[in-house]
């Protein structure tokens, strides 16, 4: 496994991390780990988790209907 190291986190940041470990039962680095680990497993759109579970694979199309672009309001007198 990789280590890291960060450098530089902010007084408030750091304490509100220490709390937050505490309140969860886990050491700072634990919950740092969990934090890292949910952000990177996150979808980069949300579009694809619906894609994952109601897409083409399991038989829902998923095109969106057309749009037609708006009309400029008008803010003159």
């Known amino acids: 496994m990789k280590s890291l190291s960060v450098r530089n986190i902010e007084d408030s940041v750091y304490e509100r ?3 937050r470990a505490a309140r969860h039962g ?3 680095e ?3 780990r969990q934090l890292i680990l949910r952000e990177v ?10 894609e ?3 897409g083409s694979k399991n038989g829902v199309d998923m095109k ?9 309001m008008e803010l003159g007198e």
């Not at 969106?64 to 400029?72: A, L, M, N, V």
């Open 17 to 19: 991390l220490r709390i």
């Open 26 to 28: 886990f050491s700072m």
């Open 30 to 32: 634990e919950e740092v």
């Open 41 to 50: 497993n996150l979808p980069e759109r949300l579009s694809s988790v619906f």
């Open 52 to 54: 994952e579970n109601f």
């Open 64 to 72: 969106s209907p057309k749009k037609r672009p708006h009309q400029p």
